[in-house]
């Protein structure tokens, strides 16, 4: 068995840490790709940035950070780091499929949201992936209200 990936919800980039950087890519995002950031997005403690819808289905969260957040587990592991999200059908259920299979992953838990949950693995090329709960974010823009309080 495999984990269910449902959907691609985003693609998180690094830019520049300071708020002139980080407006300097909103502006890029924006005013040359023409895409709107969300304003619902959290305040996310040492990650400032936006999120841009992408169609209403999927976002880009532009990231400025610099080094390391808060929340890195270690060395490579930092949900700040560029990786595309998932949204899967159940986390926990994910969480248990992961673990059956052997593979190495780190959570992210509280970082958008009190109680949101984030699992990060690596591929085989070092490039990574972040899997989350379907309905808990705020990446398909006719959903956000099923999200509630709960984002990713």
């Known amino acids: 068995m495999a984990v269910k990936v449902l959907e691609l919800h985003h693609h998180g980039i690094r830019v520049g840490p300071s708020q002139e950087e980080v407006a300097k890519a909103r502006k890029f995002y924006g005013e040359v790709l023409g895409l709107d950031h969300d304003p619902g997005r959290p305040q996310i403690p040492t990650i400032d940035g936006y999120w841009m819808d992408v169609g209403g289905t999927a976002q880009i969260h532009l990231m400025g950070v610099n080094g390391q957040s808060k ?11 560029p ?3 998932l949204a899967v059908a159940d986390i926990q259920e994910t969480r248990k499929e992961l673990d059956r299979l052997g593979a190495t992953y ?3 838990e509280s970082v958008v949201g009190p109680d949101s949950m984030q699992i990060f693995l690596k591929d085989p090329f070092d490039n990574i992936i972040e899997l989350h709960q379907v309905d808990t974010c705020r990446c ?4 956000r209200s099923a999200a509630g309080g709960r984002m990713s």
């Open 140 to 143: 398909v823009t006719s959903r």
């Open 106 to 108: 780190w959570l992210a």
């Open 71 to 81: 929340f890195a587990k270690g060395p490579g592991q930092d949900p700040s780091l």
């Open 83 to 85: 990786h595309v999200a």
